[in-house]
């Protein structure tokens, strides 16, 4: 059996993500940066996930990811799971006066009704090492999946600041 390694298994996801993406958005820039009537409820998971991420809950938060979720933070290793992920957030959560919320501002289900998306911008805070409060913007993308019982658990989550 060949073995993949982290790297291709990352790059396989990060293509698949994006063709999924392609596959979901609308080809009419008008609509690239829409919320369709079918991407509605999952705008609805994407408020109340950002709530939960305000209160700083780890296990709240993770609680959205399906178990097999594929977690991109920035300038962090993968994290493979909804217990890594929990841990991931709870290291955010754990920062001195860490702060988050996001906002959807686009968001779709496909036709198929498996599979969807949201994307949208995130603001955040913390205190850096220097003690001095770092405020960044940033944007995210998340591919959301209907489990058997009907509910959306997000499979790929991925985001990244605007600064550099």
């Given amino acids: 059996m060949r073995r993949i390694s982290k790297t291709s298994h990352v790059r396989f996801v990060v293509c698949t993500i994006l063709a999924l993406t392609a596959a979901l958005v609308p080809l009419h820039a008008a609509h690239a940066a829409a919320i369709t009537e079918r991407g509605k409820a999952l705008v609805k998971l994407d408020d109340d996930w950002s709530k939960l991420a305000g209160a700083k809950d780890a296990a709240k938060v993770a609680s959205f990811y399906a178990e097999d979720a594929m977690v991109l933070p920035p300038n962090e290793p993968v994290a493979m799971g909804r217990a890594a992920a ?22 779709d289900i496909a036709k198929s009704g498996e599979l969807g998306y949201t994307a949208g911008t995130y603001e955040d805070s913390f205190d850096g090492p220097d003690g001095k409060r770092v405020q960044e913007t940033g944007k995210y993308l998340c591919t959301w999946r209907k489990q058997k019982d009907g509910s959306w658990k997000a499979l790929y989550d991925m985001w990244n600041s605007d600064s550099k």
């Fill in 86 to 107: 929990e841990k991931v957030w709870a290291s955010y959560f754990a920062a001195p006066n860490f702060a988050i919320s996001w906002k959807t501002t686009a968001a």
